[in-house]
């Protein structure tokens, strides 16, 4: 392929980079507001508990504080949130449903007075029984963790939302393709296997943080260290009966979010916070605080695979329950779209899909890189292995036979598929040596991974070149580390053909910047980056409809070059052509994209924007008598289309797949009876420089993508595949088959002397 | 943010034990803070009056005596990593110490902090031990010795008195024809596994005639092992034939705890197969060999 | 040496960046804090908090320490580097330069720690091996990097110049 661009394709330096060397980036802790005081919370110590007193009144009259606050003191505005169901209190109102649930907070002058006065504060709790498993939540006649039915949030998607009254289920979520299950009278060898999924923390290196200010017209700005400033807002608008047009969200920029930090958090509170003071109000949260206010979904994940003695894979069922944990946050849109794919990119005929969404009384389950389809790829990616041993064929063959052709239907309705896969696979497998014999203490698994984008969906933009030739690019794309300003500031100089370095992206701020639904769902690049190509080729037509009139054309063959329009009969600057426009030195060019592809047949209610598809390949050693797994070499390829910025996807692959290794390798939240112990970084354990194995990250780039250029999304999809491909190594290399995540050597430990025990290879002992 | 306290720094001991006695009960002594700070920010502990011990003289001094290093209770690990007192007369413990946390808390972290904080998962403590480790305790003008294994009682609990104040750690040097590995195993922040094993060989370099195995981390406290006295007057080679059995018989006489960092059969079959392991590295370089084996997770000293 | 009026609270002389500074400080104070909130140097975060993950690496008479439970008070009379002493004016330490040509910043939480983290190795040990690197920084963490391109830079910045 034939670079025409000049700018996307190329790896320009961050436009953020100098600030984030020299200390100079500011996130919301960095931030200070005049008269500005300082809350902290004080959180339920029980996993499920009735508040029956709170006693303020001394941590009142404590020196510095400014107010102490309960659910009591919020009868004035709406009391609860979330944007499936809103079921989330502010602060909680009478009972506390997880351990760590903010129950009462302080705001003092600063935070070590704020500090001393939750030591003040006297909570009277009474004990009540908790459901914190999976199983202990569906057991018959099990504790409701809600015990009346909330209202549904403001997701379109999800207005459908299926509880099962009288039971912890809060959403469910059927696909099914086909027969159904009745395609598995056409297998030959049907494998079966149930899997489960740990719970794991973020831990984005940024706790989520919010500083909140009313105005005195009644509007409430909120600088936010938040994914999506507009869902925030209208969750604001919501619960303080503002117009939406007084709800300010400001965002700078993000110390990770990874999904930690969609939809409001902990922005109600700070807003509530400071309207009760009449102070600007910081709210920032520590790091165990961050592990109390939300995790990933954990889950159980039952699949069956019914081949064709061919290999033809020809009908898969799977049943999921998914643990919410004690509100429901995102849950049910997560089920769903770690349901729709479960199948991964392969083509079936016959599929038969079940999820439950349930409630238990843990920190909150919340979307996080991959947003389900990491917990289920874990299961289908492992039992394929298995059933490629069953058939006797090679795993890669197996998954080559079976995947999905470019443009082939996915569902009635849903875009086709927009990849070849096939080259993907083929990538992996030669970058990992697949057909080369592997050395004898070593082993080789591979895994593949499909996942829609969030449907239907919504991006605006708006470009404005000025009179000296620079351009200022307002979306309100979050960046988090991803790049994604530097991203858009590519496009936009490249559709206006100005150097990179002239083109502003602003900061997210709901009041400057227009709407965009989310940063997540690796959607960005695609749809925020379409609408600013929209926008910037809007100002492109209007200057070459500017120049036609000046050069005396009608604006055929005038093209944009250097800052310039330019045909065969001249050169006008853009400086000049403003001039024409607007008579005298001053005005602007102001283009607008909209990016909203809308409802459509599609299963999830929209059809997604582009299909994220991604290998993973590992070759692994083990410690036999440790069980300690060493990953010596990963390989991932991802489709992305087109890279607009080629170090920056490398940037963000090799991060998916340490991140991946993390909840393949070392990192599980551990509970008992509903206490999180271990809650901070000494016992969680998150990877290190010394874990990084010889990592190869590659990208498949065909300009296939709806997105500007020819993109697709990336950064979610190199996450998913991780854990299946080392378990499958582990598999290969061992003949032990492991069920549960993450392969700490402990577990191989038990595995491997289970297997030792019994002399073939068996099921772990879980 | 910390609770507000008030802050002495004493120039010599006995300023320091009247503070401690005039504050009784409600001060807490402070050297690095590295264990400290942190129990002051989670409000384990609320001491009003915090007492600096960095300024006392000497406190910091690693020095021979009599046969014996004393290494002051405020020497950092950094300090200890550089030694050229220790490098010289034992230089397993610069060796160790270099791979204690990480490089931040080993500028400030102080030896007597961490053997007085006694986190059961403590690299120092279960070499120390090997080392016939003793801890000077000072009291009004009066110190006394107390052997390590005495004065680790348990998870973070010593025998160190209210008003006394650790001012050292004194280690026995191996003597000459030791040949010795400290092993650590973990892949969490703190280890899960400490073996510190030390053979001392006669002139002919074939009997064992010292043995010094001590296994930390995996129980409440690190331990010597009672089989080193069937270390104890064998030869070596038959030592390492035996290896095997010695490394279980070591992994039985152990009492390991569930913890966060494994469960108690992991940390027994661990104890195992590193004593193993240890045996054999140790094996290796009396035989002259180098001992160049990589374990995941496992740093060889 | 200090001059503790009470002891609760004490006049604090240092040298930060260049250039010496003397505040009033209570003793509870943490180095973290006072850099931030005090002289304004944000560069340096909290994260973990417990001296774990590195964001708040500062150096001290140039070895870093975890300014989160550091006390203020100890840097009296020492000399405290933070990233914004890094450059020289416009022009940046090669540290710099080198994270951001070999893309070794994303969110930027943890680049201030790891700059200052590297720098400390790089004036002990102009030209260490990756292997060194990874060890040296072992208790600096990152969420989105992955490390590799971290590593990459502090060597690429470490090889020996010629001439030098």
Same mark, same amino acid.
């Given at each position: 392929?034939?670079?025409?661009?000049?700018?996307?394709?190329?790896?320009?330096?961050?436009?953020?980079?100098?600030?984030?060397?020299?200390?100079?980036?500011?996130?919301?802790?960095?931030?200070?507001?005049?008269?500005?005081?300082?809350?902290?919370?004080?959180?339920?110590?029980?996993?499920?508990?009735?508040?029956?007193?709170?006693?303020?009144?001394?941590?009142?009259?404590?020196?510095?504080?400014?107010?102490?606050?309960?659910?009591?003191?919020?009868?004035?505005?709406?009391?609860?949130?979330?944007?499936?169901?809103?079921?989330?209190?502010?602060?909680?109102?009478?009972?506390?449903?997880?351990?760590?649930?903010?129950?009462?907070?302080?705001?003092?002058?600063?935070?070590?007075?704020?500090?001393?006065?939750?030591?003040? %504060? +006297?909570?009277?709790?009474?004990? $009540? @029984?908790?459901? *914190?498993?999976?199983?202990?939540? /569906? #057991?018959?006649? =099990?504790?409701?963790?809600?015990?009346?039915?909330?209202?549904?949030?403001?997701?379109?998607?999800?207005?459908?939302?299926?509880?099962?009254?009288?039971?912890?289920?809060?959403?469910?979520?059927?696909?099914?393709?086909?027969?159904?299950?009745?395609?598995?009278?056409?297998?030959?060898?049907?494998?079966?296997?149930?899997?489960?999924?740990?719970?794991?923390?973020?831990?984005?290196?940024?706790?989520?943080?919010?500083?909140?200010?009313?105005?005195?017209?009644?509007?409430?700005?909120?600088?936010?260290?938040?994914?999506?400033?507009?869902?925030?807002?209208?969750?604001?608008?919501?619960?303080?009966?503002?117009?939406?047009?007084?709800?300010?969200?400001?965002?700078?920029?993000?110390?990770?979010?990874?999904?930690?930090?969609?939809?409001?958090? %902990? +922005?109600?509170?700070?807003?509530? $916070? @400071?309207?009760? *003071?009449?102070?600007?109000?910081? /709210? #920032?949260?520590? =790091?165990?605080?961050?592990?109390?206010?939300?995790?990933?979904?954990?889950?159980?994940?039952?699949?069956?695979?019914?081949?064709?003695?061919?290999?033809?894979?020809?009908?898969?069922?799977?049943?999921?329950?998914?643990?919410?944990?004690?509100?429901?946050?995102?849950?049910?849109?997560?089920?769903?779209?770690?349901?729709?794919?479960?199948?991964?990119?392969?083509?079936?005929?016959?599929?038969?899909?079940?999820?439950?969404?349930?409630?238990?009384?843990?920190?909150?389950?919340?979307?996080?890189?991959?947003?389900?389809?990491?917990?289920?790829?874990?299961?289908?990616?492992?039992?394929?292995?298995?059933?490629?041993?069953?058939?006797?064929?090679?795993?890669?063959?197996?998954?080559?036979?079976?995947?999905?052709?470019?443009?082939?239907?996915?569902?009635?309705?849903?875009?086709?598929?927009?990849?070849?896969?096939?080259?993907?696979?083929?990538?992996? #497998?030669?970058?990992?040596?697949?057909?080369?014999?592997?050395?004898?203490?070593?082993?080789?698994?591979?895994?593949?991974?499909?996942?829609?984008?969030?449907?239907?969906?919504?991006?605006?933009?708006?470009?404005?070149?000025?009179?000296?030739?620079?351009?200022?690019?307002?979306?309100?794309?979050?960046?988090?580390?991803?790049?994604?300003?530097?991203?858009?500031?590519?496009?936009?100089?490249?559709?206006?053909?100005?150097?990179?370095?002239?083109?502003?992206?602003?900061?997210?701020?709901?009041?400057?910047?227009?709407?965009?639904?989310?940063?997540?769902?690796?959607?960005?690049?695609?749809?925020?980056?379409?609408?600013?190509?929209?926008?910037?080729?809007?100002?492109?037509?209007?200057?070459?409809?500017?120049?036609?009139?000046?050069?005396?054309?009608?604006?055929?063959?005038?093209?944009?070059?250097?800052?310039?329009?330019?045909?065969?009969?001249?050169?006008?600057?853009?400086?000049?052509?403003?001039?024409?426009?607007?008579?005298?030195?001053?005005?602007?060019?102001?283009?607008?994209?909209?990016?909203?592809?809308?409802?459509?047949?599609?299963?999830?209610?929209?059809?997604?924007?582009?299909?994220?598809?991604?290998?993973?390949?590992?070759?692994?050693?083990?410690?036999?008598?440790?069980?300690?797994?060493?990953?010596?070499?990963?390989?991932?390829?991802?489709?992305?289309?087109?890279?607009?910025?080629?170090?920056?996807?490398?940037?963000?692959?090799?991060?998916?797949?340490?991140?991946?290794?993390?909840?393949?390798?070392?990192?599980?939240?551990?509970?008992?009876?509903?206490?999180?112990?271990?809650?901070?970084?000494?016992?969680?354990?998150?990877?290190?420089?010394?874990?990084?194995?010889?990592?190869?990250?590659?990208?498949?780039?065909?300009?296939?993508?709806?997105?500007?250029?020819?993109?697709?999304?990336?950064?979610?999809?190199?996450?998913?595949?991780?854990?299946?491909?080392?378990?499958?190594?582990?598999?290969?290399?061992?003949?032990?088959?492991?069920?549960?995540?993450?392969?700490?050597?402990?577990?191989?430990?038990?595995?491997?002397?289970?297997?030792?025990?019994?002399?073939?290879?068996?099921?772990?002992?879980? | 943010?910390?609770?507000?306290?008030?802050?002495?720094?004493?120039?010599?001991?006995?300023?320091?034990?009247?503070?401690?006695?005039?504050?009784?009960?409600?001060?807490?002594?402070?050297?690095?803070?590295?264990?400290?700070?942190?129990?002051?920010?989670?409000?384990?502990?609320?001491?009003?009056?915090?007492?600096?011990?960095?300024?006392?003289?000497?406190?910091?001094?690693?020095?021979?005596?009599?046969?014996?290093?004393?290494?002051?209770?405020?020497?950092?690990?950094?300090?200890?990593?550089?030694?050229?007192?220790?490098?010289?007369?034992?230089?397993?413990?610069?060796?160790?110490?270099?791979?204690?946390?990480?490089?931040?808390?080993?500028?400030?972290?102080?030896?007597?902090?961490?053997?007085?904080?006694?986190?059961?998962?403590?690299?120092?403590?279960?070499?120390?031990?090997?080392?016939?480790?003793?801890?000077?305790?000072?009291?009004?003008?009066?110190?006394?010795?107390?052997?390590?294994?005495?004065?680790?009682?348990?998870?973070?609990?010593?025998?160190?008195?209210?008003?006394?104040?650790?001012?050292?750690?004194?280690?026995?040097?191996?003597?000459?024809?030791?040949?010795?590995?400290?092993?650590?195993?973990?892949?969490?922040?703190?280890?899960?596994?400490?073996?510190?094993?030390?053979?001392?060989?006669?002139?002919?370099?074939?009997?064992?005639?010292?043995?010094?195995?001590?296994?930390?981390?995996?129980?409440?406290?690190?331990?010597?092992?009672?089989?080193?006295?069937?270390?104890?007057?064998?030869?070596?080679?038959?030592?390492?034939?035996?290896?095997?059995?010695?490394?279980?018989?070591?992994?039985?006489?152990?009492?390991?705890?569930?913890?966060?960092?494994?469960?108690?059969?992991?940390?027994?079959?661990?104890?195992?197969?590193?004593?193993?392991?240890?045996?054999?590295?140790?094996?290796?370089?009396?035989?002259?060999?180098?001992?160049?084996?990589?374990?995941?997770?496992?740093?060889?000293? | 040496?200090?001059?503790?009026?009470?002891?609760?609270?004490?006049?604090?002389?240092?040298?930060?960046?260049?250039?010496?500074?003397?505040?009033?400080?209570?003793?509870?104070?943490?180095?973290?804090?006072?850099?931030?909130?005090?002289?304004?140097?944000?560069?340096?975060?909290?994260?973990?908090?417990?001296?774990?993950?590195?964001?708040?690496?500062?150096?001290?008479?140039?070895?870093?320490?975890?300014?989160?439970?550091?006390?203020?008070?100890?840097?009296?009379?020492?000399?405290?580097?933070?990233?914004?002493?890094?450059?020289?004016?416009?022009?940046?330490?090669?540290?710099?330069?080198?994270?951001?040509?070999?893309?070794?910043?994303?969110?930027?939480?943890?680049?201030?720690?790891?700059?200052?983290?590297?720098?400390?190795?790089?004036?002990?040990?102009?030209?260490?091996?990756?292997?060194?690197?990874?060890?040296?920084?072992?208790?600096?963490?990152?969420?989105?990097?992955?490390?590799?391109?971290?590593?990459?830079?502090?060597?690429?910045?470490?090889?020996?110049?010629?001439?030098?």
């Amino acid at each position: 392929m034939t670079p025409r661009e000049r700018i996307v394709g190329t790896s320009v330096r961050r436009v953020d980079a100098l600030e984030k060397v020299t200390g100079r980036a500011r996130y919301v802790t960095d931030l200070d507001r005049p008269g500005m005081l300082h809350a902290k919370i004080l959180r339920s110590p029980y996993a499920h508990a009735r508040v029956v007193r709170i006693e303020t009144a001394t941590a009142r009259a404590l020196a510095g504080v400014r107010a102490v606050v309960t659910s009591a003191d919020l009868g004035w505005c709406e009391p609860y949130f979330g944007p499936a169901y809103r079921d989330r209190p502010v602060l909680a109102i009478d009972v506390a449903r997880h351990e760590g649930e903010p129950v009462a907070a302080v705001v003092a002058d600063d935070e070590s007075v704020a500090r001393q006065a939750l030591d003040l %504060i +006297e909570v009277e709790y009474e004990e $009540l @029984a908790a459901v *914190t498993t999976l199983e202990e939540a /569906l #057991a018959p006649g =099990a504790p409701l963790v809600h015990a009346s039915k909330p209202l549904a949030g403001h997701f379109a998607d999800l207005s459908s939302l299926r509880p099962k009254p009288g039971t912890n289920i809060c959403h469910q979520f059927d696909f099914e393709r086909g027969r159904g299950a009745a395609g598995f009278v056409d297998a030959d060898v049907v494998v079966e296997d149930t899997y489960t999924f740990p719970r794991v923390q973020h831990y984005a290196m940024e706790p989520h943080a919010a500083i909140a200010c009313w105005d005195d017209q009644d509007g409430l700005t909120v600088w936010a260290s938040t994914q999506n400033p507009y869902s925030v807002r209208v969750e604001l608008a919501r619960i303080f009966r503002v117009d939406l047009s007084r709800i300010r969200i400001i965002v700078p920029l993000l110390g990770g979010g990874f999904g930690s930090k969609t939809y409001a958090k %902990i +922005e109600p509170l700070a807003g509530a $916070l @400071a309207r009760i *003071t009449g102070r600007p109000v910081r /709210l #920032a949260l520590s =790091a165990d605080e961050a592990f109390r206010t939300v995790r990933r979904c954990d889950a159980r994940v039952r699949v069956r695979l019914g081949f064709r003695r061919d290999g033809a894979l020809v009908a898969a069922q799977c049943e999921a329950q998914w643990d919410v944990g004690a509100y429901a946050d995102i849950g049910p849109r997560i089920i769903q779209k770690g349901t729709y794919t479960a199948t991964g990119p392969y083509r079936v005929p016959h599929v038969l899909l079940h999820s439950d969404a349930v409630y238990t009384n843990t920190t909150p389950g919340g979307a996080f890189r991959g947003f389900g389809v990491p917990q289920i790829a874990w299961a289908v990616e492992s039992l394929i292995d298995d059933a490629a041993l069953r058939l006797g064929r090679d795993p890669v063959e197996l998954r080559r036979q079976n995947l999905f052709a470019h443009g082939e239907e996915f569902a009635r309705g849903e875009t086709p598929i927009d990849g070849k896969f096939e080259e993907s696979l083929a990538r992996a #497998a030669e970058a990992i040596r697949w057909s080369e014999a592997v050395l004898a203490d070593r082993g080789r698994g591979i895994a593949m991974m499909m996942k829609a984008s969030v449907a239907p969906t919504v991006s605006e933009a708006i470009v404005r070149l000025h009179a000296d030739s620079s351009v200022t690019v307002l979306a309100s794309t979050v960046e988090m580390g991803q790049g994604a300003r530097t991203v858009l500031a590519q496009i936009a100089a490249e559709v206006l053909t100005v150097p990179v370095e002239r083109v502003l992206v602003a900061m997210p701020d709901t009041a400057i910047t227009p709407y965009d639904q989310t940063t997540s769902s690796s959607r960005s690049t695609t749809m925020m980056g379409r609408a600013v190509e929209e926008a910037a080729e809007d100002v492109r037509g209007q200057l070459i409809q500017i120049a036609a009139g000046r050069l005396h054309g009608e604006g055929v063959g005038l093209r944009l070059e250097d800052g310039a329009v330019v045909s065969g009969r001249g050169r006008v600057t853009f400086g000049e052509l403003l001039e024409t426009r607007f008579g005298m030195g001053g005005g602007e060019l102001i283009g607008r994209g909209v990016v909203a592809p809308g409802r459509s047949q599609a299963p999830l209610g929209g059809s997604t924007p582009f299909w994220e598809m991604a290998v993973g390949a590992a070759e692994i050693a083990v410690d036999q008598e440790t069980g300690a797994i060493s990953v010596l070499e990963y390989v991932s390829v991802a489709d992305v289309g087109r890279r607009i910025n080629p170090l920056l996807c490398e940037g963000q692959d090799e991060g998916a797949v340490m991140q991946g290794l993390g909840h393949s390798l070392y990192e599980e939240m551990l509970y008992e009876h509903g206490q999180l112990l271990n809650g901070n970084l000494v016992d969680y354990r998150v990877p290190r420089t010394g874990d990084v194995p010889h990592l190869q990250c590659r990208f498949v780039e065909n300009a296939d993508g709806a997105g500007p250029f020819g993109a697709k999304g990336v950064g979610e999809g190199s996450l998913v595949p991780v854990s299946p491909a080392v378990g499958n190594a582990l598999a290969r290399l061992t003949g032990v088959r492991l069920r549960e995540l993450p392969l700490t050597p402990e577990r191989v430990w038990r595995a491997l002397r289970a297997r030792a025990r019994t002399d073939q290879p068996t099921k772990d002992v879980t | 943010m910390l609770r507000p306290f008030a802050l002495h720094r004493p120039s010599t001991l006995h300023d320091a034990g009247h503070l401690l006695d005039e504050y009784k009960g409600e001060s807490a002594l402070y050297a690095g803070g590295t264990e400290l700070l942190l129990l002051l920010k989670e409000g384990f502990l609320r001491p009003a009056h915090l007492i600096d011990v960095k300024r006392v003289p000497r406190l910091n001094d690693i020095v021979v005596e009599d046969g014996s290093v004393l290494v002051g209770a405020t020497a950092t690990h950094r300090t200890i990593e550089r030694s050229p007192v220790l490098g010289i007369s034992c230089p397993i413990v610069p060796a160790v110490a270099q791979h204690v946390a990480n490089v931040r808390v080993r500028n400030v972290g102080t030896v007597g902090g961490n053997l007085a904080f006694a986190d059961p998962h403590s690299d120092l403590a279960t070499l120390f031990l090997a080392l016939d480790g003793r801890i000077m305790l000072w009291r009004r003008g009066v110190e006394r010795e107390v052997p390590l294994a005495d004065f680790v009682r348990g998870p973070y609990e010593t025998a160190r008195q209210e008003d006394e104040i650790v001012t050292a750690v004194r280690l026995f040097p191996w003597p000459a024809r030791t040949t010795a590995t400290y092993v650590k195993y973990g892949f969490h922040e703190r280890p899960t596994l400490g073996i510190a094993l030390a053979l001392t060989l006669d002139a002919d370099a074939r009997t064992v005639v010292e043995a010094r195995l001590a296994v930390g981390c995996v129980g409440p406290r690190p331990e010597r092992l009672s089989i080193e006295s069937e270390l104890r007057g064998r030869t070596l080679v038959e030592v390492l034939a035996d290896a095997d059995r010695l490394a279980s018989a070591a992994a039985e006489s152990i009492e390991p705890v569930d913890d966060l960092h494994g469960s108690a059969d992991y940390k027994r079959d661990m104890t195992r197969v590193f004593v193993r392991r240890a045996l054999a590295i140790v094996g290796a370089r009396a035989a002259g060999r180098d001992a160049d084996v990589r374990y995941p997770h496992t740093v060889v000293v | 040496m200090s001059d503790i009026r009470t002891p609760s609270s004490s006049s604090v002389s240092f040298r930060v960046n260049g250039q010496m500074v003397t505040l009033d400080l209570p003793v509870h104070a943490l180095l973290l804090d006072v850099l931030r909130d005090r002289l304004g140097l944000k560069g340096a975060k909290r994260s973990c908090d417990i001296q774990v993950c590195g964001a708040c690496t500062v150096l001290v008479d140039g070895a870093p320490v975890s300014a989160c439970t550091y006390l203020a008070v100890e840097v009296d009379g020492r000399v405290v580097s933070t990233v914004e002493g890094l450059a020289e004016g416009d022009a940046l330490h090669p540290l710099q330069e080198s994270f951001i040509e070999c893309g070794a910043v994303q969110c930027g939480f943890c680049t201030s720690g790891m700059l200052m983290a590297a720098k400390a190795l790089l004036d002990e040990e102009p030209a260490p091996t990756a292997e060194r690197v990874v060890a040296y920084l072992r208790g600096n963490l990152c969420r989105c990097t992955g490390y590799r391109k971290v590593i990459d830079a502090v060597v690429a910045c470490g090889r020996p110049r010629a001439g030098t």
